[in-house]
């Protein structure tokens, strides 16, 4: 059956949807003006009908385990961390709880840790130039939001996106959106490349787009650690648990001008795993699944994916494995100009450091996608697929020492390679941030802020992303981006 908006009243009751907190007030709104003695009574009473009091130590404040809460988020790494520190920065700090469950505190597996750091304006889709715009700008002002000593080792370096003669048209297409939006880039034509790039070979090149301002790299980890403990500052609590299953119960919704409707099995629940093994419930009003790669498996314990009508639809978002691999040329290695070059084989190399060491990566063919069980390296990955590419592309490179590798795991869409954001159409209290493919740690400053305006004010407020929400898979309308890497 085809499913279109006006037919589907369940999409249609995105549209009016609004939240309460857990104790019945609407969450879009904020308490203006209250008296500050009224203020503190509340969140003292709320505390304590709660149970979910604040312990004070010497020189540390914990939190009892919370049974219940506003907001739960399932994955707390830079996305899910940038949406608990969104909610908290847009509203009163106190007016609703937010809790982190992340089941690995040394996020020793997870995407954001094991990225490599790119931030550049180069894509297709004006949404992905938008949120990577403002990823620059929230690294540039980092110092504001969070003290001098914030710090994400932000590398300034333009990206060079190579076109072939097949290619050439979207990338001037692309080079001109870009720069409608407010990113500054040059096209280059063949012979303009290899003035700035003499040890670059472009005989099959047609065009390349260099990135003048706003790209780089930085050290995401710092990124993760500031939206973590930034968000922590402002209330947002963390867990260490892993969720395993969900709680559910029968809702009668009021629509505004629509008949009374009855949405069945609504969550209220996260079952969360301990450490230990023990069991233990949080009851939420609303939850974010920011699970990174995990995100399709936590939606299936919502019947995503295996349930009847729209819940027959997965969450496509599972493990791909991706190596990044780090090597030495030791003799005419290209210089400090180097930028962070994307050919257009899909092979990419930067310069790491300064003195001759080199990062590189590709995205493997369907049929050479590696096993994701475990984040093993395939070493010949590099001789047979990459190292060719490099070697073709710059002469330099025909002599290099691999040094060292790592895998990680892209939080992969296999229904369009882009990121999913926004509320899923068949429960009223669950929304989604994941998929980006590639491209997430630099639009997680843009990603929790736009969650937040979903749930907080009802809509996109900065950046219009209704184009990413589930809608596109339901509807089968794939929103493709030409720029992924
Ligand atoms: C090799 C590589 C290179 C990359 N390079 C770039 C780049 O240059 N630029 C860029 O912008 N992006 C890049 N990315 C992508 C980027 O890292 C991701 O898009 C981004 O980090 C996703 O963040 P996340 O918070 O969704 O996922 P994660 O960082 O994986 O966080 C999800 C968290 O959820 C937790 N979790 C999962 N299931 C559960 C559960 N059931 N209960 C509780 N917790 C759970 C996990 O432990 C994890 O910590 C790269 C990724 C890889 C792997």
Not at 183 to 201: D, G, T, Y
Request: with cysteine; glycine share 10%; charged share 25%.
């Amino acid at each position: 059956m085809l499913l279109t908006k006006a037919s589907n009243p369940s999409i249609r009751l995105l549209l009016k949807r609004t939240f309460h907190n857990k104790n019945g007030k609407l969450l879009q709104r904020e308490r203006r003006g209250e008296n500050p003695i009224t203020r503190t009574g509340r969140i003292l009473l709320n505390d304590l009908k709660t149970g979910y009091k604040i312990i004070t130590n010497p020189g540390k404040i914990t939190k009892r385990f919370p049974s219940e809460t506003d907001i739960v988020v399932i994955g707390g790494g830079a996305i899910g961390s940038s949406i608990a520190y969104w909610l908290k920065e847009k509203s009163n700090v106190d007016s609703f709880d937010v809790v982190v469950v992340e089941k690995d505190t040394s996020y020793s597996k997870s995407s954001t840790c094991l990225s490599v750091g790119g931030l550049r304006q180069q894509f297709s889709l004006s949404e992905n130039i938008q949120m990577s715009l403002f990823g620059h700008e929230f690294i540039r002002t980092l110092k504001t939001r969070f003290g001098p000593h914030a710090d994400v080792a932000f590398t300034p370096h333009g990206y060079l996106v190579l076109a072939s003669e097949h290619g050439a048209d979207q990338l001037l297409e692309n080079a001109q959106l870009q720069k409608d939006l407010g990113a500054i880039n040059v096209v280059l034509e063949k012979h303009q490349i290899k003035e700035r790039f003499p040890w670059m070979n472009v005989d099959d090149v047609a065009l390349g787009c260099l990135g003048l301002e706003k790209e780089g790299w930085f050290d995401p980890w710092s990124l993760l650690k500031l939206l973590q403990t930034g968000s922590e500052k402002k209330g947002a609590q963390y867990i260490n648990g892993e969720v395993v299953g969900f709680e559910f119960r029968d809702v009668d919704m009021n629509i505004e001008g629509v008949q009374k409707y009855n949405t069945a099995d609504q969550p209220s629940a996260v079952v969360v795993k301990m450490p230990d093994g023990e069991l233990k419930t949080i009851r939420f009003s609303l939850c974010v699944i920011a699970a990174g790669a995990e995100s399709g498996k936590v939606a299936e314990k919502l019947r995503i994916g295996t349930g009847q009508g729209i819940l027959s639809v997965p969450l496509p978002v599972e493990r791909r494995k991706r190596y990044v691999f780090v090597f030495d040329c030791e003799k005419n290695a290209p210089g400090l100009n180097t930028p962070m070059t994307i050919d257009y084989s899909g092979a990419y190399f930067r310069r790491d450091g300064l003195g001759g060491k080199f990062i590189c990566g590709l995205s493997p063919d369907a049929e050479n996608e590696p096993d994701t069980k475990d984040l093993e390296v395939n070493y010949e990955f590099f001789d047979q697929h990459v190292w060719p590419l490099l070697a073709r592309r710059v002469d330099a490179f025909n002599a290099v020492k691999v040094k060292g590798a790592w895998g990680g795991f892209y939080e992969y869409n296999s229904f369009d390679e882009n990121g999913i954001i926004g509320p899923h159409p068949a429960f009223t209290n669950v929304y989604i941030a994941t998929g980006f493919s590639g491209h997430g740690i630099q639009q997680s400053p843009a990603i929790g802020r736009a969650v937040s305006e979903l749930i907080l004010d009802g809509n996109f407020q900065s950046i219009d992303l209704t184009r990413l929400g589930f809608d596109r898979m339901l509807l089968m309308k794939p929103l493709l981006e030409a720029g992924i890497i």
